[in-house]
């Protein structure tokens, strides 16, 4: 069976700090996905990134990047100097390549990050 | 534009009154599914479906009913709705699914539903 764990459940920081989001996952296929969500107080769910367990360089994107280590099963979200509108929750979730039928996401419970001016 | 629409945003409905929402894609997605957001759970499978006529069970889908008797359309209904089925709702389509390439998920705006 698969797993996400979100350990942090609320951040708070103030804005332009750097914060990192935390990410584990159990899987036991070698082939699998793994994704960043964000919900901003809107409510829908934004797509950030994804990414295959064959990949695991790091990806930046402008104040986003991304830490994935399959030794550590961790695919950990870094937000480099925070603003205002990064409040949000992110959820993390897996997916596993070859599940039959049903390749669903397994999401993470998320994270509640609120960056204060 | 590549879309999924799901209908309505809110809805606030009494115990016992059958209902349904509404979820279409505009991009030929074979797969479908719906999902369920609650605090402190995160989002959790109902329902999904690969293909017209072809429905399964998710994580949670007591109470709840699906159809596809259309590619683009994937309905979620709630034929005698309860206080505990109160939630966030979201729809997601994807081109296909059980094979080596995931596409990514598109998900739809979110339905509301308070059940009091």
């Known amino acids: 069976a698969q797993k996400v764990t979100q350990a942090q459940t609320e951040i708070s920081v103030v804005e332009k700090e750097d914060v990192t989001l935390d990410c584990v996952y159990e899987?036991?296929?070698?082939?699998?996905?793994l994704f960043w969500y964000k919900q901003p107080p809107s409510g829908e769910l934004v797509f950030l990134i994804r990414?295959?367990?064959?990949?695991?360089q790091n990806e930046i994107s402008g104040r986003y990047s991304w830490n994935f280590q399959k030794s550590t099963s961790s695919f950990n979200f870094t937000i480099t100097a925070s603003q205002v509108v990064d409040s949000a929750v992110y959820f993390c979730?897996?997916?596993?390549?070859?599940?039959?039928?049903?390749?669903?996401?397994?999401f993470g419970k998320g994270i509640t990050l609120s960056v204060r001016p | 534009e590549a879309q999924v629409t799901q209908n309505p945003r809110y809805l606030i409905t009494v115990t016992g009154k059958k209902l349904t929402v509404t979820c279409s894609q505009n991009?030929?997605?074979?797969?479908m599914s719906w999902y369920r957001q609650d605090p402190g759970l995160g989002l959790r499978q109902i329902y999904y479906?690969?293909?017209?006529?072809?429905?399964d069970k998710g994580d949670v889908p007591e109470g709840y009913k699906v159809s596809r008797k259309e590619k683009r359309n994937f309905p979620l209904i709630l034929e005698s709705p309860s206080p505990n089925q109160t939630s966030l709702y979201f729809c997601?389509?994807?081109?296909?699914?059980?094979?080596?390439?995931?596409?990514?998920?598109?998900f739809g705006s979110g339905t509301r539903l308070t059940v009091v």
């Open positions: 979730a897996l997916s596993e390549a070859f599940a039959g039928a049903n390749s669903k996401l397994t």
């Open positions: 899987t036991r296929d070698t082939t699998y996905y």
């Open positions: 479906s690969m293909n017209v006529e072809v429905t």
């Open positions: 997601a389509s994807s081109l296909s699914q059980g094979q080596a390439t995931n596409y990514g998920y598109t």
């Open positions: 990414r295959n367990s064959f990949d695991e």
């Open positions: 991009m030929n997605h074979e797969y």
